[in-house]
């Protein structure tokens, strides 16, 4: 197949009949463009191996044995400015936001005032001028560059071309001088089509015209995206990573506020490991805890590090202590340290979420993409980084952003803005 047409679109859209003959035209002619059948089948075999991936994850504990894994406490690592001499930065920004969007609105914000909303760049109140998360996380690098003497790669992933977050964050980040960042890259994630059950590309007005439903490559979609050649260039994110020195990175969430000492520990810990997870402890351990847990898996003559999900954890899991006997498996928080041979050697696995509803008339369906957590497994010598539940906050609803800004005058990340901005 290499062009949609009417008959093939009533085929695999869901419900292509459901448009006008006008609309089945814009939809057909938009997918051509954007999404052409061999794209389509590309992502439906996707889709396939991630669903057979998932049944293969299920198993991971069969006849395997667990071990608690091993751990670098942050609390007894020294502040080392130089760990950071070969590090670059990924701050993962591409997320629409839509649930702070709709909390916002319920708080009464009017809705033409979110036409160039982001999550990323959404201001903190009481705060320091219009900073957000993605803007306050810039200065605080800024400062640390400053601190050093040295100039850290800054990679920023934004959601797919053409999205809010790709026209509004790199206007943002110039108009505001980079915040003082000498080298620093913007980048699009991919996306994927998202299908229904039956493997039918799902759709969804926006307007007046039909458009296909799609999302981004999920967790895993920017540490992919930094094997590929960057606009208009022959090197890969990668390749400008190590042209500047880089070793290792760290992998941050740009909707979130960090202690600067978290990136400082985080850079330490990577330091003698090619693959580190920020993980908490627990304090106690219930089937219903909802985190992704970090576990050593020792089955069939190998030993890995890798994250277990609610739904497949066991009895064994929720028994294993640290040596000390006060401590349950630490739980993942999204942040991690690779090496960027272990990025460049390994391409991440298809993986499926558990079924998402993206529109209210359709059957629940996953979304497929990689996620970061399926490279700890590749890594030869990994570690968790334990850290304190309140060196960082993490962006999700308007009842957040209070909570957010408290946090950022905690660790006077409000003196750090002006600093980057009004620099002595």
Not at 107 to 120: C, M
Not at 227 to 241: F, I, V
Request: glycine letters at 6%; one cysteine or more.
């Amino acid at each position: 197949m290499t062009k949609w047409s009417i008959d093939l679109a009533r085929k695999q859209v869901h419900n292509f009949d459901n448009l006008n003959s006008d609309e089945q035209e814009y939809l057909v002619d938009y997918l051509n463009q954007t999404f052409p059948p061999d794209t389509y089948e590309l992502h439906r075999n996707c889709r396939k191996q991630a669903l057979e991936n998932l049944k293969t994850a299920q198993t991971t504990l069969e006849g395997a044995q667990q071990h608690f894994p091993h751990c670098i406490d942050s609390s007894e690592l020294e502040i080392n400015y130089d760990s950071l001499l070969e590090c670059g930065i990924v701050l993962t920004a591409g997320g629409d936001g839509e649930r702070l969007r709709n909390s916002l609105i319920a708080q009464g914000v009017a809705e033409e005032s979110l036409r160039d909303f982001t999550k990323a760049t959404c201001p903190l109140p009481d705060f320091y001028r219009t900073c957000g998360t993605l803007q306050t996380t810039l200065a605080v690098i800024s400062d640390l560059c400053a601190r050093i003497n040295h100039q850290i790669p800054v990679i920023i992933t934004t959601g797919p071309a053409g999205s809010v977050t790709s026209r509004v964050i790199p206007k943002i980040i110039g108009d505001n001088n980079n915040f003082g960042l000498k080298h620093i890259q913007i980048i699009s994630q991919d996306e994927r089509l998202h299908l229904t059950q039956d493997n039918k590309i799902a759709w969804a007005m926006q307007g007046d015209k039909p458009l296909p439903i799609t999302h981004p490559d999920e967790t895993g979609g920017p540490l992919m995206k930094l094997r590929a050649r960057l606009p208009g260039k022959k090197e890969s994110a990668l390749d400008w990573l190590s042209e500047r020195n880089c070793k290792k990175t760290i992998v941050l969430q740009g909707t979130a506020l960090y202690d600067p000492k978290l990136i400082l520990h985080m850079a330490s810990a990577g330091i003698h490991h090619n693959a580190v997870g920020a993980g908490i402890l627990r304090k106690s351990f219930c089937e219903s805890d909802p985190f992704g847990t970090f576990v050593v898996v020792e089955k069939n003559d190998r030993s890995r590090l890798i994250i277990i999900e609610q739904e497949i954890r066991n009895a064994a899991t929720f028994s294993l202590k640290d040596p000390s006997g006060s401590w349950f498996l630490p739980f993942n928080t999204g942040l991690y340290v690779f090496s960027l041979d272990l990025l460049a050697q390994h391409s991440l696995p298809d993986y499926a979420t558990p079924p998402k509803q993206v529109l209210p008339e359709l059957e629940r369906s996953p979304k497929i993409g990689y996620a970061a957590t399926d490279l700890l497994p590749f890594a030869a010598d990994p570690a968790v980084l334990t850290i304190s539940s309140d060196s960082f906050g993490v962006l999700k609803t308007a009842d957040d952003l209070q909570k957010l800004s408290d946090l950022g005058k905690k660790f006077e990340l409000h003196k750090i803005c002006e600093k980057v901005e009004n620099p002595a």
